[in-house]
């Protein structure tokens, strides 16, 4: 099979495709024939060197995809060769051909395209793990998402409004603050010439912030919180490394939260994916919910996939087609 990899760490242009050998399921797993994959930041981290998969998970780029089931695992049951499925992956969907543990695999959201489906994996399982699950975003909260005209800002936006919450989104431009008001989002900031926090302390504070920035963003994040407000940082865009003001935490009786979704044990994703495909794939079939899509560029053109996402100019998913 045709596979995306990465014989040195360095820029887009270390991405190279190559042959390897074709994959075999486990007793537990099934091999999905890849029909498209999309680009996620961690790909972008993992191509530099610095995000390693987690052990026994491929080296290949990619962590989700769509595509048809190829073979099936002896102990695999409720899933047929030739369904047509979307997955969360811990690597390898730069490619014709992925390997993937049963309980991840989801089926196809009526009335989305089969090569679409690759955008909502990710997007749609973290947004329910980490705002849902972990932080418990309720009907009536006020919701702050950071990055709003991103692939998991802009399904945030809408998840949220359409399940009754107030949302704010922080973005860069102002094409981007209109998708982010189109999505649904009340407020959309500039955060280049705009102060989030002081924004949302204005407005009552946020019960639940999603943070892909990290360090930059501790201390207005806290400062945007609400009394019992939740902080969950998912990424470390803006750094690693930030002090914690514990006394201003303590006044708001706030919480931080820290996740990743990549590492977690197989039966964790299974049960985020099972509880996605019964909470959100229903607003996904209904038209309330839907992943955004950028751009598309074959497998074989990763590096400029990889390209156009470091530049930031691009708003929701972009994929690759297999």
Same mark, same amino acid.
């Given at each position: 099979? +045709?596979?995306?990899?990465?014989?040195?760490?360095?820029?887009?242009?270390? !991405?190279?495709?190559?042959?390897?050998?074709?994959?075999?399921? $486990?007793?537990?797993?099934?091999?999905?024939?890849?029909? /498209?994959?999309?680009?996620?930041?961690?790909?972008?981290? @993992?191509?530099?060197?610095?995000?390693?998969?987690?052990?026994?998970?491929?080296?290949? !780029?990619?962590?989700?995809?769509?595509?048809?089931?190829?073979? #099936?695992?002896?102990?695999?049951? *409720?899933?047929? %060769?030739?369904?047509?499925?979307?997955?969360?992956?811990?690597?390898?969907?730069?490619?014709?051909?992925?390997?993937?543990?049963?309980?991840?695999?989801?089926?196809?959201?009526?009335? %989305?395209?089969? &090569? @679409?489906?690759?955008?909502?994996?990710?997007? /749609?399982?973290?947004?329910?793990?980490?705002?849902?699950?972990?932080?418990?975003?309720?009907? *009536?909260?006020?919701?702050?998402?950071?990055?709003?005209?991103?692939?998991?800002?802009?399904?945030?936006? @809408?998840?949220?409004?359409?399940? *009754?919450? +107030?949302? =704010?989104?922080?973005? $860069?431009?102002?094409?981007?603050?209109?998708?982010?008001?189109?999505?649904?989002?009340? +407020?959309?900031?500039?955060?280049?010439?705009?102060? =989030?926090?002081?924004?949302?302390?204005?407005?009552?504070?946020?019960? %639940?912030?999603?943070?892909?920035? *990290?360090?930059?963003?501790?201390?207005?994040?806290?400062?945007?919180?609400?009394?019992?407000?939740?902080?969950?940082?998912?990424?470390? @865009?803006?750094?690693?490394?930030?002090?914690? &003001?514990?006394?201003?935490?303590?006044?708001?009786?706030?919480?931080?939260?820290?996740?990743?979704? +990549?590492?977690?044990?197989?039966?964790?994703?299974?049960?985020?994916?099972?509880? #996605?495909?019964?909470?959100?794939?229903?607003? #996904?079939?209904?038209?309330?919910?839907?992943?955004?899509?950028?751009?598309?560029?074959? !497998?074989?053109?990763?590096?400029?996939?990889?390209?156009?996402?470091?530049?930031?100019?691009?708003?929701?998913?972009? !994929?690759?087609?297999?």
């Amino acid at each position: 099979m +045709r596979a995306v990899v990465v014989p040195t760490p360095g820029g887009p242009e270390s !991405l190279v495709t190559a042959d390897l050998p074709d994959p075999e399921p $486990g007793p537990d797993e099934v091999v999905v024939d890849v029909v /498209a994959s999309a680009v996620n930041r961690a790909d972008t981290l @993992q191509r530099m060197g610095f995000y390693p998969p987690p052990p026994g998970a491929s080296d290949v !780029l990619g962590l989700e995809c769509s595509g048809r089931i190829r073979s #099936v695992g002896a102990a695999v049951t *409720g899933w047929s %060769v030739g369904d047509e499925v979307c997955a969360l992956l811990a690597g390898g969907g730069y490619a014709e051909q992925v390997v993937v543990p049963a309980g991840q695999l989801m089926p196809i959201p009526a009335g %989305v395209a089969l &090569d @679409q489906a690759a955008a909502l994996p990710e997007v /749609a399982c973290t947004v329910w793990a980490n705002v849902f699950m972990a932080a418990g975003l309720a009907p *009536g909260n006020t919701f702050l998402v950071h990055g709003g005209a991103g692939g998991i800002g802009t399904f945030a936006i @809408q998840l949220a409004s359409t399940l *009754g919450a +107030r949302v =704010f989104a922080t973005a $860069g431009s102002s094409d981007k603050q209109e998708l982010c008001l189109r999505l649904g989002a009340e +407020r959309a900031i500039n955060y280049r010439d705009e102060d =989030f926090a002081e924004i949302l302390a204005a407005a009552g504070g946020a019960d %639940v912030i999603l943070d892909n920035m *990290g360090a930059k963003y501790l201390a207005p994040n806290v400062t945007a919180l609400a009394t019992e407000g939740r902080l969950v940082i998912i990424g470390m @865009q803006g750094g690693t490394r930030a002090e914690l &003001d514990i006394a201003a935490l303590m006044a708001k009786r706030g919480a931080v939260i820290s996740t990743s979704l +990549r590492a977690r044990p197989t039966a964790q994703k299974a049960a985020i994916c099972a509880a #996605v495909v019964e909470h959100v794939w229903p607003l #996904v079939a209904d038209g309330k919910v839907s992943a955004v899509v950028d751009t598309e560029f074959a !497998l074989a053109d990763a590096a400029a996939a990889h390209a156009l996402m470091e530049t930031g100019g691009h708003t929701g998913k972009i !994929l690759l087609r297999v």
